[in-house]
């Protein structure tokens, strides 16, 4: 349970700049937008990465018609996308943000969704076959000197650019995104991410589901890091009910999410290995990957979707091979990663392609918030793992990869030394998981007492975390999910002005962004 | 009673027969001749073992897919390997993962690309009828709202095995259309 | 070795003797075009299932098995497909240019294969400067690419035909010097002669050094000139949907896409003919007995293995790299590929004067 102190409007520019400066909180954790029925507001989560300190504060109006909050985008850059999602659910406009356009839903949807008031499913919103507009420009809220508020138009692309669009249908964009690219020759001029055509909603779905029946749907976000998500609800809900879940599960949630990550990476470096050009790759990875989902389909029934962690443990005790099989295939990849290195790491063409090919400086990832293996490529040591550790990290002896180029170079081996790290993990506990439940006893219907609840897990792409508020009820009255991936397409413009178009699908490909986490 | 045959699987272990044999009983209602028969069947078996996917995969379901064509399961086997990026070379598309409303036009935009003859797979429970997003605000409750649908795979996600009978369902369709001189479906003109 | 213009000569008596001569060559160019489209079109077949198979095997995996025994006939199934397809025709398309695109593609690849010697007496175009006008022949086809580009009124596959008449112009210049090198060893230009002259052994041999150098980097301008392997990137799949040609379907697809196969039949029979003796066997001055054993063996099975060979090689080469960005391949090309081409010409040229070679 976290405590939230509100700060009252007119002070909370200030505040904000405090936080930032003195208490040197530069990373934003997560920005959720809330309806309280007489308010709207926003939930800020801090985190400093010098002192370790995380902090949670919260701001709102009364406003309902013309609800305006300052905005703080200028102080954490992962502010921008995320302002614009709340501008996109509730309505808030920000005061000074640059583009305050919806980010998910078509430019011509009427209404704003997650407002406790707002019922999205009636006829406002038919489904319409047109394609929407293209608009290029955008407003901004800016603040006179004097106080009063004034809207300005700004321009994304001028007409006489040269607009191409990547995606949504795009065999290199990892799923469904959009780029607008504005481009001069080959070289890129700017870019515009547009998210949302895989929004399915699923936080405002979540506040009529039970907490069992929202489980389902979190194996469905970042479908390549399944048990990391999953375990994080778990976690944030076990936590709030005070159940302490035994050993054995912990043991079973570590080991599963470890073989997941593996899973993960296996397929990062096909896809990467397919956009550059080099086929055979591809297929190494999808064969060695096919092993790890031959053990997850004989504990847990599925290959791509698990439903293996529910509240209280796992779903079924693990199968009597399973043991052997993970040592088995631990020998085998170890014998085999070499072949993968072998055939592209070395290779001239792909280091050529790589190296100084999109660079991150540090502080720019800890102020996007980018987290997972594309901050420790450049040199930001966030592994959730090692500095807040859950489950059974505290008792495994592993290395954080951290590099410090920030290159797409760096972001490549940052995954491929995780492989080995994660088998490391394994070995470790595989040999000695401890007898016990597989299930605590849990009531039938759960509840879970008021107040705001937060956890977060090390998923495949960064730190993946939940935040509920609850009243008391069957169903969160508010349910977010800190997106590991909102960052990563957030930072794309910044590292890909003058770069050339086969670059962006490097870049693209190294930050390794799963699109359905980003629109959830 | 033209009866499509299918390498190693007999025509009885196909478990819906019944709709096959509708489609033919209306398609061969004026008869048909024996020469324009003989080149209808040579045509199709063209068409039926080779067809080239558009890739197009929305969510969870793309990855199955690319595990389809990957080592273990390998489509390559029956010709499909050759996945084309342009729908103007593709013949079938695997709608693979969920169509949300703003997708929906996109998606209805390459269909209407895509050269005649050409076939629409629903993969997964969420193309197939919205699956486990079935009430939410911004998902089609399947695809089969704004497309034409040969062939449903059901399966959250359907496993590639899966894949491979829809895909030989698909191919028993073909094998039984007629190519010369007779309309095989009709398409409103919306 | 079966001198196949004993053949030819008789047919050439045979029409002769029944009609005028007019008509005679009439019937003869007409029987020499289906020869030529019915050995494309088998050779394409062959090409493209040898793809299918080669990459599979690399792959870990076995490529088309159920479609006749081994997978042998997909490629008719293919076919057949293809030819029943819809052909397309855009609305604001530049109706001319997007129509006349694909067949000067397949026209370009077509002469270009008939300068090509099959076996002794087997040739269909041999003039005494043979080489220059293949080099000339085979540049017509980028014209082709860039109409495609230019007609298709739609931005991916303009920006994929300047790529790719950017890589093609530039990397003609490799494949020029490459093989003007070994015409300085040959001293003759006429196809027929230069396999002839390879009795004795093949030039990549007698050249040593400079003829090595030289094949080396055909090999890399010629897998460039084709768009394949590593230098794929006009029509890359994974940036730009599909380059060029995304705009075609049906037929006019599949002249682009037999095209491309062709085109790299013909760089690995050129390599095969300047560098490995064309259908000439292997001959070992000195051991009498061994060359007559390898005279046994008929001259086109020596061309086919030696080019298939090299396919082969080709093939290797692009399913294993990853591709070249474009600005890397075109420095690739201007800043290595030329001064090393023009140094090599030198060498050679100081060879031949001083009589160095074999």
New interface residues.
């Given amino acids: 349970m976290i405590t939230i102190p509100e700060i009252p409007l007119d002070q909370f520019r200030d505040e904000a700049l405090k936080l930032r400066n003195e208490k040197q909180m530069d990373y934003l954790i997560n920005l959720v937008g809330m309806d309280w029925g007489d308010r709207l507001g926003v939930v800020y989560q801090l985190e400093s990465t010098v002192t370790g300190e995380q902090i949670a504060v919260s701001t709102s109006t009364t406003d309902r018609e013309k609800p305006e909050l300052p905005s703080v985008c200028d102080i954490w850059k992962a502010a921008n996308f995320k302002e614009r999602e709340v501008y996109d659910y509730f309505g808030i406009r920000f005061i000074n943000h640059p583009d305050m356009r919806r980010l998910f839903l078509r430019n011509d949807w009427v209404g704003y969704p997650l407002r406790k008031d707002d019922d999205p499913t009636d006829e406002r919103n038919p489904l319409r076959m047109e394609n929407e507009t293209t608009i290029d420009t955008t407003t901004e809220l800016e603040l006179n000197p004097d106080g009063t508020l004034k809207d300005k138009e700004n321009m994304i692309f001028e007409d006489r650019e040269y607009v191409v669009n990547i995606g949504p249908q795009h065999p290199a964009t990892h799923g469904v995104l959009r780029f607008r690219v504005s481009l001069e020759g080959e070289t890129i001029k700017k870019i515009d991410a547009n998210c949302g055509y895989i929004h399915r909603g699923i936080e405002k779905m979540s506040e009529n589901l039970t907490y069992p029946q929202i489980l389902a749907l979190t194996d469905r976000l970042d479908y390549l890091g399944a048990h990391q998500n999953r375990h994080a609800l778990c976690m944030c809900i076990e936590k709030a009910l005070g159940v302490e879940v035994s050993d054995r599960v912990q043991y079973i949630r570590t080991i599963m999410d470890e073989l997941q990550r593996i899973d993960s990476h296996l397929l990062f470096y096909s896809c990467l290995c397919m956009d550059l050009g080099a086929l055979t790759a591809f297929f190494y990875g999808f064969r060695d990957r096919e092993k790890i989902l031959d053990i997850f389909e004989e504990t847990c029934g599925g290959r791509l979707i698990m439903n293996y962690n529910t509240i209280g443990g796992v779903q079924a005790d693990i199968h009597p091979d399973f043991v052997r099989k993970v040592k088995e295939f631990i020998v085998h990849l170890r014998g085999i990663i070499h072949e993968y290195h072998d055939i592209f790491t070395g290779n001239i063409i792909a280091t050529q392609r790589m190296k100084g090919v999109g660079v991150l400086t540090r502080k720019d990832a800890i102020s996007f918030g980018a987290t997972g293996g594309t901050g420790r490529a450049s040199g930001w040591a966030c592994d959730v793992r090692k500095h807040k550790p859950y489950a059974a990290y505290a008792k495994v002896d592993f290395k954080e990869i951290v590099y410090q180029e920030g290159d797409s170079f760096a972001r490549y081996m940052v995954r491929m030394d995780e492989i080995m790290e994660s088998m490391r993990i394994i070995e470790q506990l595989i040999d000695n998981i401890p007898e016990g439940n597989f299930q605590e006893k849990m009531k039938p219907i759960i509840r879970v007492p008021a107040g705001f609840y937060s956890s977060t897990v090390e998923g495949s792409r960064g730190e993946f975390g939940v935040f509920i508020e609850s009243k008391g009820e069957k169903s969160p009255y508010r349910l977010h999910f800190r997106s590991t991936g909102l960052p990563l397409v957030s930072l794309v413009e910044t590292i890909t002005c003058g770069a050339k178009i086969a670059d962006l699908i490097t870049i693209g490909g190294t930050l390794d962004y799963v699109v359905p986490d980003i629109d959830r | 009673m033209k009866k499509p045959e299918i390498?190693s699987i007999p025509y009885e272990e196909f478990t819906d027969n019944e709709s096959l044999e509708k489609i033919v009983r209306e398609l061969n209602q004026n008869g048909a001749g024996v020469f324009v028969g003989a080149i209808d069947d040579?045509?199709n078996?063209?068409?039926s073992?080779?067809f080239w996917p558009l890739?197009?995969?929305?969510?969870?379901c793309?990855?199955?897919f690319?595990?389809l064509g990957?080592?273990?399961y390998?489509m390559?086997?029956?010709?499909f390997?050759?996945a084309?990026?342009?729908p103007?070379?593709a013949?079938i598309i695997l709608v693979c993962?969920?169509i949300?409303?703003?997708?929906?036009?996109?998606l209805?935009?390459?269909y209407d690309?895509m050269?005649?003859?050409k076939y629409v797979i629903a993969v997964g429970g969420c193309a197939v009828s919205g699956g486990?997003?079935k009430?939410?605000?911004?998902?089609?409750n399947g695809v089969d709202?704004?497309l034409p649908v040969d062939v449903y795979i059901p399966g959250?996600?359907p496993?590639p095995e899966a894949f491979y009978y829809g895909l030989m369902q698909l191919q028993r369709k073909v094998k039984v259309e007629k190519?010369l001189g007779g309309v095989n479906r009709k398409e409103d003109q919306a | 070795m079966f001198d196949f213009s004993i053949l030819t000569n008789r047919v050439h008596e045979l029409l002769i003797s029944s009609m005028s001569e007019g008509l005679a060559i009439f019937v003869e160019c007409i029987l020499v075009g289906v020869f030529i489209l019915i050995m494309y079109a088998l050779l394409a077949l062959i090409l493209i299932y040898m793809e299918r198979k080669v990459c599979a095997f690399f792959q870990l995996r076995l490529g088309p098995t159920r479609v006749g025994k081994w997978g042998l006939l997909q490629l008719f199934a293919d076919l057949i497909k293809l030819f029943t397809k819809e052909i397309i025709s855009l609305k604001s398309s530049d109706k001319f240019l997007y129509g006349v695109a694909p067949f000067i593609v397949i026209v370009a690849s077509i002469v270009t294969f008939s300068c090509i010697p099959i076996s002794k007496g087997l040739e269909i175009l041999d003039f005494n400067v043979g080489v220059f006008f293949l080099l000339a022949a085979s540049s017509t086809g980028v014209v082709g690419i860039l109409l495609a580009g230019w007609g298709s009124n739609s931005k991916f596959p303009l920006i994929g035909a300047m790529r790719s008449g950017a890589q093609i112009i530039s990397y003609e210049l490799s494949v020029g010097l490459s093989i003007l090198t070994m015409v300085v060893l040959m001293g003759t230009m006429q196809f027929s002669e230069i396999v002839e002259l390879q009795s004795t052994g093949w030039f990549i041999f007698k050249g040593h050094l400079p003829a090595l150098v030289a094949f080396v980097i055909y090999l890399i301008a010629g897998n460039a000139e084709t768009n394949r392997g590593p230098f794929d990137l006009p029509e890359a799949e994974s940036e730009l949907t599909a380059g060029y040609h995304t705009e075609y379907s049906g037929m006019h697809f599949a002249f682009f896409y037999l095209a491309e196969y062709l085109n790299l039949f013909i760089v690995a029979a050129i390599a095969s003919t300047i560098f490995l003796g064309g259908w000439m066997p292997l001959h070992i001055p000195g051991l009498d007995g061994f060359n007559a054993i390898m005279d046994y063996i008929p001259g086109f099975v020596w061309f086919f293995t030696k080019t298939f060979v090299v396919v082969f090689l080709l093939m290797w080469i692009r399913w294993t790299f990853p591709r070249l960005r474009i600005d890397q391949i075109l420095s690739l090309e201007w800043k290595y590929l030329v001064p090393i081409g023009l140094v090599n010409l030198i060498i050679m040229v100081l060879i031949v004067v001083f009589g160095l070679h074999f």
């Fill in positions: 390498k040579i045509i078996w063209g068409r073992n080779s890739t197009f995969a929305t969510s969870c793309g990855i199955e690319m595990a990957a080592a273990r390998d390559a086997r029956f010709g390997e050759v084309r990026a342009s103007r070379q013949d993962g969920t949300t409303n703003k997708m929906a036009p996109v209805k935009r390459l690309q050269p005649d003859p486990p997003f009430k939410s605000y911004h998902v089609v709202q704004f959250c996600p496993r190519f």
